[in-house]
């Protein structure tokens, strides 16, 4: 369980990011587990279904265009109905239903870089032989993320186009 100040962390955290302070309701704040970046700058506050429907026994419904619900899955659950980033199944983290009804895969970005990472590794050490080891892990980071943000984020592929969160919940992946 987390304490009042980490929560008060966290919501701080969510108010720098989205820069207003009505998405946010102290009554939800345990069960918020970060946030979700989209093509051209959307932005949602990522709440733990599971979590909210032990409390209030009933689905949530999504009232607010910049809320979204998170339901677990893996891949193999999510099956073929949902639009899938190639080359990151090993980041699904569930999916979650859009505003207008609409569900999309949620993907963990730190879990996206991470795939990007280590598909990158070996070509940046051997065009890079004199940087040093600490150098070379910031540069195959710093190129993954750069990749991510510009061409995975970035990417608008339709209306189902996945959602990627920062997690702010050390427990929750």
Same mark, same amino acid.
């Given at each position: !369980?987390?304490?009042?100040?980490?929560?008060?962390?966290?919501?701080?955290?969510?108010?720098?990011?989205?820069? *207003?302070?009505?998405?946010?309701?102290?009554?939800? &704040?345990?069960?918020?587990?970060?946030?979700?970046?989209?093509?051209?700058?959307?932005?949602? *506050?990522?709440?733990?279904?599971? %979590?909210?429907?032990?409390?209030?026994?009933?689905?949530?419904?999504?009232?607010?265009?910049?809320?979204?619900?998170?339901?677990?899955?893996?891949?193999?659950?999510?099956?073929?109905?949902?639009?899938?980033?190639?080359?990151? &199944?090993?980041?699904?983290?569930?999916?979650?239903? !859009?505003?207008?009804?609409?569900?999309? *895969?949620?993907?963990?970005?730190?879990?996206?870089? %991470?795939?990007? /990472?280590?598909?990158?590794?070996? /070509?940046?050490? @051997?065009?890079?032989?004199? !940087?040093?080891?600490?150098? @070379?892990?910031?540069?195959?980071?710093?190129?993954?993320?750069? #990749?991510?943000?510009?061409?995975?984020? &970035?990417?608008? *592929?339709?209306?189902?186009?996945?959602?990627?969160?920062?997690?702010?919940?050390? &427990?929750? #992946?």
């Amino acid at each position: !369980m987390e304490s009042h100040k980490q929560l008060a962390e966290k919501r701080e955290e969510l108010l720098e990011f989205f820069e *207003v302070t009505d998405l946010l309701n102290e009554i939800f &704040d345990s069960a918020i587990i970060g946030y979700v970046e989209r093509a051209g700058g959307a932005r949602f *506050v990522l709440y733990d279904e599971e %979590k909210f429907f032990e409390w209030f026994g009933a689905e949530p419904l999504p009232q607010k265009k910049l809320i979204l619900f998170l339901t677990k899955a893996s891949r193999s659950e999510i099956g073929d109905t949902h639009l899938i980033a190639t080359g990151f &199944d090993g980041a699904i983290i569930g999916y979650a239903k !859009m505003h207008e009804g609409e569900s999309i *895969v949620i993907y963990d970005s730190e879990k996206c870089i %991470k795939i990007l /990472s280590d598909d990158s590794e070996e /070509s940046i050490r @051997l065009e890079n032989k004199d !940087m040093t080891e600490e150098e @070379l892990q910031d540069e195959i980071y710093s190129s993954a993320s750069d #990749c991510f943000y510009f061409n995975t984020i &970035d990417a608008y *592929v339709g209306e189902k186009t996945p959602g990627f969160a920062t997690i702010l919940k050390e &427990d929750f #992946c």
